[in-house]
């Protein structure tokens, strides 16, 4: 049973910076990628970063890419979504995903095998 868990979110102003971090429980089978999502009220979830399970292919939407960086741990259980220069429209409940795949891509939700419960980001103006 593979179980993922998201923490890190909170209330941060423009320009601040936070750090996700997304626990797993479990190991998923095959070959798998990593993808941090976000959904705002009233909108579809998207999916803002990716890493292979090799740390070196990674996706980026964008309008987070140079702002967002997404690392894990290479044989281990965390992966963690660093978020700078945060702006208004980056408020969203957050989810961390896993997915099978070799390759960091732009990932549909429909591909996302394990879901967090998520952590609300919220970035005041």
């Known amino acids: 049973q593979v179980q993922l868990s998201e923490s890190g979110g909170g209330l941060v102003q423009t320009g601040g910076s936070l750090t996700l971090t997304c626990t797993i429980f479990g190991r998923p089978w095959g070959l798998y990628v990593m993808s941090w999502f976000r959904q705002a009220p009233g909108r579809a979830r998207e999916c803002v970063a990716t890493?292979?399970?090799?740390?070196?292919?990674?996706y980026y939407a964008d309008d987070v890419s140079g702002r967002f960086n997404i690392s894990r741990v290479i044989g281990g259980h965390t992966v963690y979504l660093q978020m700078t220069n945060l702006k208004p429209e980056d408020t969203a409940v957050y989810y961390c995903?896993?997915?099978?795949?070799?390759?960091?891509?732009?990932?549909?939700?429909?591909?996302?095998?394990?879901w967090g419960h998520g952590t609300q980001v919220t970035v005041s103006s």
């Open positions: 995903g896993s997915g099978k795949g070799g390759r960091a891509v732009d990932m549909a939700t429909t591909w996302i095998e394990y």
């Open positions: 890493i292979s399970e090799s740390g070196y292919s990674t």
